[in-house]
């Protein structure tokens, strides 16, 4: 791996893109890093350069990334629906970020490595799809967001033909993590919680920290093609529910719009892609992962679910400052 | 992907599998089997024979013959599994809820060839049935293209003829010694053959359990265990 190679992350102000700018900072062929995102990073970062550039500023973006001239650019700001946004301000944000980003990217004579952020939603979910795609099946996706990260993964692999540089994509399976927003992790940690009574297939999930190492591991290898990132097992929306000691609302089919409904009120909407995968599942082989990235996923998706379910739902810090006539 | 078998393999993940009792990739339930299988024992009472040519760990495909309704891939499975101590597979899934998803839970796979060659390659015991016939002496078709997961992956190809009565509780599997390709070939010849090779093995093995053969229609009614308890 060649050395003083400047990385440029997009997305760096949500979990993951923080989690990925954090240990980029370690990797020694990391001369320079830079981020750009809407909202500022969720954690310290020493020697990460970040921009907040509002969605839409296309002139700053590109004036940013051009003069930075990166030579591996990390894409991670892809809003899951309903995570932080909804469903069409996601697609908008999504569609926004990657032409510009991706656009500007294009215009760096240093460029080298395009890593994208995807999802197993790509494969969709149609009847007599294979159970565990790999990444030489066909994307087909059959929900919005599936068509965004197929969006995606379009626009890298178009740009880096155009203009002959690698261009990876990681087909991240749900990533749950303490602090993502996941619209299934919210779901899942309601009181009570739906689930398909006649289907209740199987899913696999994704530790953030897993995900965000094996960005770096894209990054650092110049992933070239997609990849598949999941953690090993499976679990069913009623072992789930059951595991964290929650209610289960059996659901047989139309309720479901009056289950989410219920669910968005009480603020956990859930996305289309998400009832796809509690009705069809959404599994998939990660083989490729450890042979191609030389890493592997450390937690299991029971694991995570269980680690769902144990975290706190308040956190209490005590005051760094005693409060006047307090002891300290 | 298309379904004729021929997928990329890869080397077989390392990664920590999930606890036994966990779902596993392919969304198979050691729970859901271990539920189903001793409801099941309540209709059949399976005999098991050559289950020690079957490989210990290593990934087979198990051929059996069926015969319409009887469900023979499936109670061959759970038999299988039991006696191996082993996750075993059966090809013939349904995907369509509610039953596509519950035959998921006990270990079905879509009757894909890309689907059939990856459990192979990850070192799984499969097992798939011949075509449905309406007499149980008979075996159906065996389908090539499964059959050619086997040989692009490598794996052992075992013949298994099994017999069970529609109004009665026996069951029976006998297993026979794995199969190989009789001529080297290039192409898809090698599938072709090795099934045929296979349908003609299980009907010796099914003549091998013995039974009424009057020669008259009575032979067709599907009353025999065949050898069954």
Redesign the interface.
């Known amino acids: 791996m060649a050395t003083g190679r400047r990385v440029l992350v997009s997305g760096m102000g949500g979990e993951l893109g923080s989690l990925v700018a954090s240990l980029l900072e370690d990797e020694p062929w990391v001369e320079a890093l830079e981020g750009i995102d809407a909202d500022p990073p969720r954690r310290h970062l020493r020697r990460a350069v970040f921009h907040r550039v509002v969605p839409g500023q296309h002139d700053r973006i590109v004036d940013l990334i051009t003069r930075f001239d990166p030579h591996v650019v990390v894409h991670i700001a892809v809003w899951e629906p309903y995570s932080r946004a909804n469903p069409d301000q996601a697609r908008y944000l999504t569609d926004d970020a990657a032409t510009s980003v991706l656009g500007a990217a294009a215009e760096c004579p240093s460029l080298e490595s395009i890593v994208v952020r995807s999802g197993l939603e790509i494969y969709g979910r149609r009847?007599?799809?294979?159970?565990?795609?790999?990444e030489?099946?066909?994307a087909d996706p059959t929900s919005g967001y599936g068509e965004m990260v197929a969006g995606i993964e379009d626009t890298a692999n178009r740009l880096a033909q155009r203009i002959g540089v690698a261009a990876g994509a990681l087909r991240l399976a749900t990533v749950i993590g303490p602090h993502v927003p996941s619209p299934l992790g919210r779901l899942l940690r309601m009181p009570a919680v739906p689930f398909?009574v006649?289907?209740?297939?199987?899913f696999?999930l994704l530790r953030e920290r897993d995900a965000a190492a094996a960005f770096v591991a894209a990054a650092r290898v110049r992933l070239d093609g997609p990849v598949n990132v999941v953690a090993?097992?499976?679990?069913?929306a009623l072992?789930a529910i059951r595991r964290g000691r929650r209610i289960p609302v059996p659901m047989v089919g139309p309720e479901w719009r009056f289950a989410a409904q219920i669910a968005y009120l009480a603020g956990a909407p859930i996305p289309e892609h998400v009832v796809e995968m509690f009705?069809r599942?959404r599994?998939a082989?990660?083989?490729?992962l450890?042979?191609v990235l030389g890493i592997?996923?450390q937690w299991?998706?029971?694991e995570i679910i269980d680690d769902l379910y144990s975290w706190p739902s308040i956190i209490h810090r005590p005051a760094r400052v005693p409060a006047p006539g307090m002891v300290a | 992907m298309s379904t004729d078998g021929v997928v990329a393999l890869r080397p077989r993940r390392t990664a920590p599998a999930p606890a036994p009792h966990e779902i596993d990739d392919w969304g198979r339930d050691p729970r859901a089997v271990g539920i189903v299988w001793g409801a099941a024992r309540l209709r059949w009472h399976v005999t098991l024979g050559g289950d020690q040519l079957v490989p210990k760990r290593a990934g087979a495909l198990v051929v059996v013959n069926t015969r319409r309704y009887a469900l023979a891939p499936i109670y061959t499975a759970f038999a299988l599994a039991e006696a191996l101590d082993r996750p075993v597979r059966f090809v013939g899934r349904p995907d369509v809820a509610p039953a596509g998803p519950f035959v998921q839970r006990l270990g079905g796979l879509l009757a894909r060839a890309d689907e059939v060659t990856r459990a192979l390659h990850d070192g799984d015991l499969v097992v798939m049935g011949a075509e449905p016939t309406a007499h149980p002496r008979h075996v159906g078709r065996v389908d090539h293209r499964l059959i050619g997961a086997a040989v692009a992956t490598g794996t052992k190809v075992l013949p298994a003829a099994t017999a069970s009565a529609p109004f009665r509780r026996g069951a029976r599997i006998e297993i026979g010694s794995p199969l190989t390709a009789n001529r080297k070939r290039r192409g898809p010849l090698a599938e072709l053959e090795l099934a045929d090779q296979v349908r003609e093995r299980i009907a010796v093995l099914l003549g091998g359990f013995g039974g009424v053969a009057t020669g008259t229609p009575l032979d067709w009614l599907p009353f025999s265990g065949m050898g069954g308890a």
């Open positions: 009847r007599g799809a294979p159970t565990r795609p790999d030489d099946d066909r398909s006649l289907a209740d297939p199987p696999a090993p097992g499976a679990m069913t072992r009705h599942g599994l082989d990660g083989s490729r450890p042979q592997e996923p299991t998706t029971s």
